[in-house]
């Protein structure tokens, strides 16, 4: 599935529920299927600088495909990562660099967190980006 499609879908999932509570309940269990880092990469040369919460993040190039793990140790950040990591994970570098993320708003997932969780959720999609642009200097 290209980014944009996988971000549909996540947008069809979140207007499935009528309200935040049920959102949030539903980012909790997306949390909960997060592909786990590897207990060698929860250190701080992995963390996410600028999240409240601790947010470990790893990503390995496997047939030109960036694949991300993560950890958080917050239950919403948790959630906040695992749809992050289902947009950009098993995508090509070019495309998580090129990528959009209006879906975010489209959702209305920024507005309802404090600003130091939208700090964070911000913090996550630079770093992203960020292993992105560094496999993609490696593939040209």
Known sequence: ???QEIQNDIKDEFSMFDD???RYQYMI?????LPLIEPKYKTDDYIIKG????????????HDKIVFTADSDAIITKGII?????VFSNQH?????EANTDFIDDIGLKEHLSPTRANGLVSMIKQLKMYAI?????LQ
Do not use: N
Not at 29 to 33: C, Q, Y
Not at 51 to 62: F, R, T
Not at 134 to 138: D, K, L
């Open 134 to 138: 560094a496999y993609q200097t490696q």
């Open 93 to 97: 570098p070019k495309h998580i660099i």
């Open 29 to 33: 269990d997306l949390g909960k299927t």
């Open 51 to 62: 999240c409240q919460s601790k947010v470990w993040v790893h990503a390995d190039l496997i």
């Open 1 to 3: 599935m290209t980014i």
């Open 20 to 22: 935040w509570e049920e």
């Open 82 to 86: 695992a749809i992050l990591i289902r």
